[in-house]
Structures are given as C-alpha cells and as structure tokens.
C-alpha cells in the first residue's frame, strides 16, 4: 500500500505585521540577558534570534515576516538598553 503525500492546504506565508508581533518579545529576550545575564548566554540566545531571521531572509515568501521581525527586534533590544 502506498503512502499518499499529505495534503496542506494553501496559505500565504505571514506578514510583516506577524514578524513584527513576534520581533518585540524576541528583541527584549535579547536584550535583557545581554543586560542582566552571562555573556555566554547571551552570545547564544542572539545567535539564535540571528539565524532564524537570516534563514527567513533567505526564502522570498517570508522576507517580509524576516524584515518585521528584525527591524522590531533591534527596537526593542535598544529600548531595553537604553529604558
């Protein structure tokens, strides 16, 4: 008996306004352990953030999911710096 691929249904990926919901909690997770955790820590948690809005970048359909998400993050690690 053969398997038949799954069928999913078709939907556009998510916008700008979806990155940029999900950026603002992303960017103060950075921001804080940068601020008041281990650098270790630190380097590893916006290695993360950085390679998962690269990854993004890198598909034409979810660069403006990636971009939403990146510019607000950087917002909210700035205002967590200098708040």
Known sequence: ????????????PPGPAAGSLLGVPAGALVGA???YGASDVAL????????????LMASP?????????GVVACVAVAAVFFI
């Not at 590893?44 to 990854?55: C, I, M, S």
């Open 44 to 55: 590893a948690v916006t290695a993360v953030l950085v390679g998962l809005v690269g990854v």
């Open 1 to 12: 008996m053969a398997l038949l691929p799954p069928e999913m249904p078709q939907r556009p």
């Open 61 to 69: 359909g979810w660069r403006p999911f990636a971009t939403g998400m």
């Open 33 to 35: 352990v940068w601020r």
